[in-house]
């Protein structure tokens, strides 16, 4: 049984982020780093499937996910975290615990973004309407004109709905099951983000 999801990414977010929504939906939600950024490494591979066109968030995901994961070894919670940069005066700095923990929500709500798309438009191969769309709605606000531009050429190289299935090796009935399990679990954590970075008055699109 412990084997059962070896090899099926989209089954281990699914678990990783049910367990997490659990987290910040208890009544006195402390979220420990350590369990957040194992839940976001688990999302890490979605980015690489999808090829050039999301390379950029890929490298920036991957290295703002890392950062939090050594943090976790002197860290708490992403409270405890955040308090401490905004303490050390360098919450918006490049580099900081906070700031990359922005990054990381950024790529959490695009690929909820993007399972919602996928979901959405359910007998359609091409992936590049649903990777579009979430690219628009998450990502293209903070990029200037040249990485929307490269992001828009490196559209016509996503995989197609099946080959992305391959991937992820998983056929399209689990793969739904799963995606909207990420839907449904991803929301109350990214607004936990979000109510976290307004409390503290730092906002959200920094």
């Not at 793969?175 to 607004?191: E, F, G, R």
Request: net charge positive; glycine share 4%; aromatic share 8%.
């Amino acid at each position: 049984m412990a084997n059962s999801d070896a090899g099926k990414p989209l089954r281990k977010i699914s678990t990783a982020f049910k367990e997490l929504a659990s987290t910040v939906n208890s009544p006195t939600p402390e979220v420990p780093v350590a369990q957040f950024s194992h839940a976001c490494s688990l999302v890490s591979p979605l980015f690489g499937c999808l090829g050039i066109a999301f390379k950029f968030a890929e490298m920036d995901y991957v290295a703002k996910v890392d950062d939090l994961a050594r943090a976790s070894s002197s860290i708490s919670t992403l409270l405890v975290m955040v308090d401490k940069d905004i303490e050390a005066n360098c919450v918006k700095k490049a580099g900081s615990h906070t700031r990359n923990l922005l990054r990381v929500k950024r790529g959490l709500d695009m690929v909820k973004v993007l399972f919602e798309q996928i979901i959405a438009s359910e007998g359609n191969n091409s992936l590049k309407d649903p990777a579009s769309k979430s690219y628009a709605q998450v990502f293209a606000p903070h990029h200037g004109w040249a990485i929307r531009k490269a992001v828009s050429v490196g559209m016509y190289a996503l995989p197609t709905r099946a080959h992305l299935l391959k991937m992820l090796n998983e056929d399209e009935a689990e793969a739904k099951v799963h995606m909207q399990s990420y839907v449904n679990a991803s929301a109350p954590v990214i607004t936990y983000l979000d109510n976290l970075f307004l409390s503290k008055q730092l906002g959200i699109d920094w």
